[in-house]
């Protein structure tokens, strides 16, 4: 690949993702397969903003996160992924990457979904790739397995997909971010980065949990279930299948060996509070990933009543208001 001496900054923005149903589990470690379909809806007010500079003066890729060189750990992931990219428009200079968060990072608001969607779309244009909504998502889905679905917008279906290779285990879109106004509330109880990453956490629950085998067979009957409560715009049940995915995701985590929990007293708090508020006749349901935090979904006329039922509660660090977001785009290219 021939690099003129002008070098182009290619910026690219994207959105996290919260897992309605959840993905848990890996069939293809290697290739990053999920051994489970998900449907997302993903996040306006969280996102990454991914700046990529091909660089021949460097000696190795550099990544700057949050306006700090990142840890080798975290270098190397992004260096091992930038590598695909490298391979596909056989060049092999160093890439300079920035990336910035709006929201606490590794805190269990999927910073990897929005990091490696805003990545694949920003580094493979700034290789000279112009690749497809479906290739982005197989591309991103090699870098982190949420990142597959956040290359959309709205509502959005990732699929384990058949073929060994994994080039069909990507996401597509169920509806734009336009389809159906929901909100969320993720309530932060904790900023600490978690003892146990969500590839290590599932890659033990693959292994050690006797309730692995069943929470694949029985993911398959909610994945067509939420997709006729979006279909039909039935919010009761769209709530009541995400607080089942997630508690199913979350007893499976605790019956690993060792067992992980990824709750706080607080997270439990808010659970039982938000069970409490429907029982009073409240449309609220809760869905939580891989760490402490709480996510509240409800109906945009009922966002300012949830907002002050959680405004006073000891233990929430950090309160953010959330409607669908839309798909990745580039912000901008310059030299
Ligand atoms: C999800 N999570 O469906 C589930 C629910 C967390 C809990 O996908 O190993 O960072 O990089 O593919 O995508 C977070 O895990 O995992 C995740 P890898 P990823 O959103």
């Known amino acids: 690949m021939k690099i003129s001496n002008k070098m182009k900054n290619t910026t690219a923005i994207a959105h996290s993702n919260i897992a309605l149903i959840k993905y848990w589990g890996k069939s293809n470690q290697k290739l990053n397969i999920p051994a489970v379909d998900s449907i997302s809806i ?15 003066n460097l000696e190795k890729d550099t990544l700057i996160l949050n306006n700090r060189p990142a840890v080798e750990k975290q270098r190397l992931r992004i ?17 300079e990457i920035k990336s910035e968060n709006n929201f606490p990072t590794a805190a269990g608001l999927a910073s990897s979904a929005s990091g490696f969607a805003a990545l694949a779309l920003a580094a493979s244009k700034a290789a000279g790739l112009n690749l497809s909504s479906f290739e982005l998502s197989e ?38 971010e336009n389809y159906w106004d929901l909100r969320l509330l993720i309530l932060v109880t904790s900023i600490k980065e978690k003892e146990i990453g969500s590839t290590e956490g599932m890659n033990l629950s693959a292994k050690t949990s006797p309730y692995y085998k069943n929470w694949i067979q029985s993911s398959i009957g ?4 939420m997709k006729n409560a979006i279909v039909k715009k039935d919010f009761e049940k ?37 069970r409490a508020l429907r029982k009073s006749g409240l449309g609220v349901f809760f869905t939580i990933d891989a760490g402490p935090q709480v996510k509240v979904l409800c109906l945009p006329q009922d966002i300012s009543k949830v907002k ?21 785009y580039i912000l901008g290219e310059n030299t």
Request: with cysteine; net charge neutral.
């Open 42 to 56: 993903t996040l306006k007010e969280l996102s990454t903003k991914t700046t990529v500079r091909i660089s021949e």
């Open 79 to 95: 260096s091992r992924f930038l590598d695909l990219i490298r391979h596909e428009k056989k060049f092999d200079f160093p890439l």
């Open 308 to 328: 002050d039922e959680f405004k006073n509660i000891k233990g929430i660090k950090q309160t953010i208001h959330s409607a669908i977001g839309p798909s990745v």
């Open 222 to 225: 909610d994945i067509s279930e």
């Open 139 to 176: 591309l991103a889905r090699k870098g982190s397995g949420s990142a597959a679905r956040s290359i959309y917008g709205g509502f959005v279906h990732m699929h384990r997909g058949d073929e060994k290779s994994g080039m069909d285990a990507v996401a597509d879109q169920l509806y734009d």
């Open 238 to 274: 769209l709530g009541e299948l995400s607080e089942f995915s997630c508690l199913k995701m979350h007893a499976l985590a605790m019956s690993s060996n060792p067992g992980i929990i990824y709750w706080n007293e607080n997270t439990i708090k808010i659970i039982n509070k938000v």
